[in-house]
């Protein structure tokens, strides 16, 4: 049974930092995309960013704020945000796919990733940012 467990969020002060960590059990992350979405009340589930080997897809609006990694031995997807803004307060899921691409197509004007192609996901861990 696969199962994905987040931790490390909280409140942060806009400008400030947080680390989100995903630790997998019951699957070899090697081979799978993983990925983190957030979502807010009232709105769609967002893909922020999401890494395979050898490659990282981000979200326009957190591209050069967040940093995607994962330790494949320790079955662990980090996502590091910087420069927190308000607007990034939501609960934060992971997710995982097997596949060696991260899943995504056109959607708003841009690429996005598409949550309905990942099969397991946590159970969501809320970050707050204040102004």
């Known amino acids: 049974q696969v199962q994905l467990v987040e931790s490390g969020g909280g409140l942060a002060q806009a400008g400030g930092s947080l680390r989100l960590s995903c630790t997998a059990s019951?699957?070899?992350?090697?081979?799978?995309?993983t990925a983190w979405f957030r979502q807010v009340p009232g709105r769609e589930r967002e893909g922020v960013s999401c890494a395979v080997d050898g490659g990282t897809y981000y979200l326009e609006d957190v591209r050069g704020r967040f940093t995607i990694s994962r330790d494949n031995a320790r079955s662990t997807v980090y996502l590091q945000m910087s420069s927190l803004k308000p607007q990034d307060t939501a609960v934060y899921y992971c997710?995982?796919?097997?596949?060696?691409?991260?899943?995504?197509?056109?959607?708003?004007?841009?690429?996005?990733?598409?949550?309905?192609?990942?099969?397991?996901w946590g159970q969501g861990t809320q970050v707050t940012v204040s102004s």
């Open positions: 019951g699957l070899d992350l090697s081979g799978h995309a």
């Open positions: 997710a995982v796919v097997a596949a060696s691409f991260c899943p995504a197509g056109p959607a708003a004007g841009s690429v996005r990733l598409r949550a309905g192609e990942f099969d397991h």
